[in-house]
């Protein structure tokens, strides 16, 4: 697990899944449609990613899909990583 993974997990667990052991939740598992996260933890999400990560997340890139899944997430920070560093 590479350690951008590995920090998304760890928050997942520790704010909306207490119980749960980090390497019990899957990449792909759906944090919505599994009540995980519901709209106020996605904003909790967002929050936390751009202080982790330092990015800015645009109000039009919100849809739930960008957030569904710790991979999903984890795509969202390095493409807006990968974005940082082009301009």
């Known amino acids: 697990m590479d350690e951008t993974t590995a920090k998304i997990k760890t928050f997942i667990v520790e704010e909306f899944m ?11 598992y759906d944090l919505l449609t599994g009540g995980v996260v519901d709209s106020l933890g996605l ?15 645009d109000d039009s890139e919100l849809g739930p899909d960008s957030f569904r899944t710790v991979a999903a997430i984890k795509a969202y920070v390095d493409q807006a990583r990968d974005g940082a560093h082009a301009e």
């Open 43 to 57: 904003l909790k999400v967002v929050a936390w990613l751009e202080d982790e990560f330092d990015i800015g997340v």
């Open 18 to 28: 207490p119980d749960v052991p980090v390497e019990d939740l899957e990449d792909d």
